[in-house]
Nanobody, 127 residues
Framework: VQLVESGGGLVQAGESLRLSCAASGHTLSKYAMGWFRQAPGKEREFVAAINWNGRNTYYVDSVKGRFTISRDNAKNTVYLQMNSLKPEDTAGYYC?????????????????????WGQGTQVTVSS
C-alpha cells in the first residue's frame, strides 16, 4: 500500500484544514487507518484512527471536538478535518494503514502496529 498525504499548509489559529490520505496498490476497505503527528523535538503521537468500515473512530484528547477522521473506501481515501486549529497543532502529519478488521481502541492507537506510512504533510498554525 502506498499512501500520499496532502492538504497541509500554513494557517492562522482558529482556521481549518482538511488533510487527505490517498492510497494506491490495495483497496483500503480491509485496513484500519490512523493519523499521527510529530512536532520538532518531540516524539510522534497518535491523533486519530478509524476502523475498516468507518463505524468506529478514536481521538487523542487534545483534538476531540475539533478534528474529525473519515474515510471514503470507494475513493480509497481517508480524511482528517481539522477545525479551530491551535499553534500546538503545528506538526508533520502522517497517515498510516494496518490491515485489520479490529475495532479495538488500544490497538488502533498504537503506531507500532501500523505497517504502511505516508511521507507526511506539514501543518503550521500561527498565533
Amino acid at each position: 500500500v502506498q499512501l500520499v498525504e496532502s492538504g497541509g499548509g500554513l494557517v492562522q489559529a482558529g482556521e481549518s484544514l482538511r488533510l487527505s490520505c490517498a492510497a494506491s496498490g490495495h483497496t483500503l476497505s480491509k485496513y484500519a487507518m490512523g493519523w499521527f503527528r510529530q512536532a520538532p523535538g518531540k516524539e510522534r503521537e497518535f491523533v486519530a484512527a478509524i476502523n475498516w468500515n468507518g463505524r468506529n473512530t478514536y481521538y487523542v484528547d487534545s483534538v476531540k471536538g475539533r478534528f474529525t477522521i473519515s474515510r471514503d473506501n470507494a475513493k480509497n481515501t481517508v480524511y482528517l478535518q481539522m477545525n479551530s486549529l491551535k499553534p500546538e497543532d503545528t506538526a508533520g502529519y502522517y497517515c498510516a494503514a494496518e490491515r485489520t478488521y479490529s475495532s479495538d481502541d488500544y490497538y488502533l492507537r498504537n503506531e507500532a502496529l501500523y505497517d504502511y506510512w505516508g511521507q507526511g504533510t506539514q501543518v503550521t498554525v500561527s498565533s
